[in-house]
Nanobody
Framework: QVQLVESGGGLVQAGGSLRLSCAAS????????MDWYRQAPGKQRELVAG???????NYADSVKGRFTISRDSAKNTMYLQMNSLKPEDTAVYYC???????????????WGQGTQVTVSS
């Protein structure tokens, strides 16, 4: 029904930047909130940042001032600009979206497959 595809991950040195994208496609009527999560080896998945359909944002304390979440509703795409990256930001980053679908008419949470971000010291 709905597919979320992340891109933009990779290997970067500490202090560098990356921009992640999450593109949604399928039988989409409307996308409500969208979030970025991450999971480091041996750790639980954690919320990194979220953005509502109206554009309100929230961030984990660990990324405030360094990461910026945004979305292009016309393109059903969400972004995460990551600056001043640290080795502790190394993780698989996942996007999550709460989507109203047309067939059938329902709302569900969808996840992307994840994109690896590795920050070297």
């Amino acid at each position: 029904q709905v597919q979320l595809v992340e891109s933009g991950g990779g290997l970067v040195q500490a202090g560098g930047s990356l921009r992640l994208s999450c593109a949604a496609s399928g039988s989409i009527l409307r996308i409500n909130g969208m979030d970025w999560y991450r999971q480091a080896p041996g750790k639980q998945r954690e919320l990194v940042a979220g953005i509502s359909s109206g554009g309100s944002t929230n961030y984990a304390d660990s990324v405030k001032g360094r990461f910026t979440i945004s979305r292009d509703s016309a393109k059903n795409t969400m972004y995460l600009q990551m600056n001043s990256l640290k080795p502790e930001d190394t993780a698989v980053y996942y996007c999550n979206a709460r989507v109203w679908t047309t067939q059938p008419m329902s709302i569900s949470d969808y996840w992307g497959q994840g994109t690896q971000v590795t920050v070297s010291s």
